[in-house]
């Protein structure tokens, strides 16, 4: 019978959770999902100066939001607890101990200044550099001696002879020369484990069968596996996912769009629509004319053997296409409390404004919006006259619509005709605009742009008559004033 699947998304709190990071847990659920194996989360937390409570709690935030819930990790007990690095220690040293008792690693006294020293000289020769093993040969003795004395040691793993293989899923047989690694560093001189060594021992502890991480992690690999064998331990299957890089074929950065996941939380994208966008980064369900995919969907579809070598483009046009489509499927409450959030953030309003009235006006806001939005977000940055009467105006399109000839005038008819207006809706201000085009035998686009101009500041936006009655003849009164007052300003001023 085989193995339960077990695989492990094991991100260093160092900063915010990463697109690139969020794919890679997005494939390890899913895959876990699929092989009704088990998601385990551990937090890699051993960079003690980098590492932060703050970041801990984005990446699980950014996590629970995406809706990878892990089966074991943090908060979610397991069988292998804990699951933070920092706090398995006892594991680590009880393994070095077994490598250094048995030869396959060894204490290394060189500082950072003498292994600098060495390694300008070695390259200015031409030769390349790998550590020298100048400490491999020290007795017993004096390694006793040394540390008794106080001096700061590393432990360095033994690189044997020969090559190192494994099976990559996606790539097939991988093989490295033994000669192309040196001994690399197992435990720091401040006591941490480096990376390749506790991921080996907390992979074997927690029975990981298969490693799915991003192909920058190759080269780790060749040492981790000789690490498997060196402990006694049953060495997984890899998968090594091809890297997300931008539309200029760098890796993913800020100039692309920003690549936190927080960020598109916080700019009103929906979590669904960020997993289906992630799922066809380097994965080809074979359905080609199909992108839009549920979670199941994606569940009962995914494979490793549809994934991808190359690098993925991340396309911010393509995601926020892809947004917008289920923007247009989504719950008009869900869209409101997004709407909300952001504006409690953002400090457009604060949490006690957010009354019963104020959410309907919201939802009066994303109906008329919703067709047109790539992101809920956008609502703050592109309609911000829904929530200011002190809006600034585009005033290259001010003075194009508004200091023509006429313009002035036709404000003032359409204010005139509002305030007479008993009932304030869509119907009854068409018929304004209608009446006064016939009235005054000019289109009616002579009044609309100026009218949506004078309360809104900007040229486009939805339906002039739909914003009209969201507004409120109040609003609209006192915006058309203001705009007049402005055309007035700027008239004196030789605009």
């Known amino acids: 019978m085989e193995k339960t699947v077990r695989v492990r998304f094991a991100p260093s709190p160092t900063g915010f959770l990463h697109l690139g990071g969020a794919r890679t847990s ?81 204490r290394c006294f060189c500082t950072a200044e003498e292994l600098a020293e060495r390694r300008e000289k070695t390259m200015a020769e031409g030769k390349n550099w790998r550590y020298d093993r100048k400490c491999l040969r020290l007795s017993p003795e004096e390694i006793e001696t040394r540390l008794s004395q106080g001096a700061r040691s590393v432990v360095r793993f033994f690189i044997p002879e020969g090559e190192t293989s494994f099976i990559d899923m996606l790539r097939g047989d991988v093989t490295f020369n033994n000669v192309e690694l040196d001994d690399f560093v197992l435990l720091k001189s401040d006591g941490m484990p480096t990376y390749n060594f506790a991921c080996v021992v907390d992979d074997a502890y927690m029975k990981i069968t298969h490693v799915i991480r991003g192909d920058d992690h190759i080269s780790n690999t060749p040492r981790q596996v000789l690490l498997y064998k060196a402990l006694g331990f049953p060495v997984p299957q890899y998968a090594h996912i091809p890297m997300i ?10 100039r692309h769009g920003s690549p936190s996941v927080t960020y598109y939380r916080d700019k009103g994208y929906l979590p669904d629509a960020m997993v289906n966008y992630l799922a066809r980064l380097s994965w080809a369900s074979g359905e080609e004319e199909k992108e839009i995919f549920t979670r199941q969907e994606i569940i009962e579809r995914f494979s490793l053997d549809q994934v991808s070598k190359h690098s993925a483009v991340f396309d911010l046009d393509k995601l926020n296409w892809m947004n917008s489509v289920y923007i247009r499927e989504a719950d008009q409450s869900t869209l409101v409390q997004m709407l909300t959030e952001i504006l409690i953030r953002e400090q457009v309003v604060k949490p006690k404004a957010v009354t019963p009235d104020f959410i309907r006006y919201c939802e009066k806001i994303v109906a008329v919006m919703r067709e047109r939005m790539k992101y809920v977000g956008q609502i703050t940055e592109d309609a911000k006259y829904f929530f200011t009467d002190d809006f600034e105006y585009d005033w290259i399109a001010f003075d194009k619509v508004l200091m023509g000839e006429g313009a002035e005038d036709r404000l003032v008819l359409c204010q005139e005709e509002f305030g007479k207006l008993d009932e304030f809706n869509i119907e009854a201000t068409e018929d304004v605009i209608r009446n006064l085009t016939e009235k005054h035998k000019i289109k009616a686009a002579q009044f609309i742009h100026p009218l949506r101009m004078a309360i809104s500041g900007v040229k486009g936006g939805p339906g002039l008559f739909e914003l009209l009655e969201i507004l409120g003849k109040e609003k609209v009164l006192l915006r058309i004033d203001r705009t007049l007052n402005q055309i007035r300003i700027r008239k004196q001023c030789g605009k």
Request: no cysteine.
């Open 26 to 106: 997005l494939f390890n659920w899913a895959y876990a999902r699929k092989m009704g194996g088990v998601f385990v989360l551990r937090i890699e937390d051993t960079d003690v100066a980098r590492s932060t409570d703050e970041s801990v709690e984005v990446i699980l935030d950014s996590l629970e939001w995406l809706g990878f819930n892990w089966d074991e990790g943090p908060g979610v007990d397991g069988p292998f607890k804990p699951y933070y690095q920092s706090m398995r220690l006892s594991f680590y040293q009880e393994q070095l101990l077994k490598l250094l008792q048995t030869g396959k690693a060894y």
């Open 245 to 254: 890089l931008g539309k200029d074929k760098t890796r993913l950065s800020k």
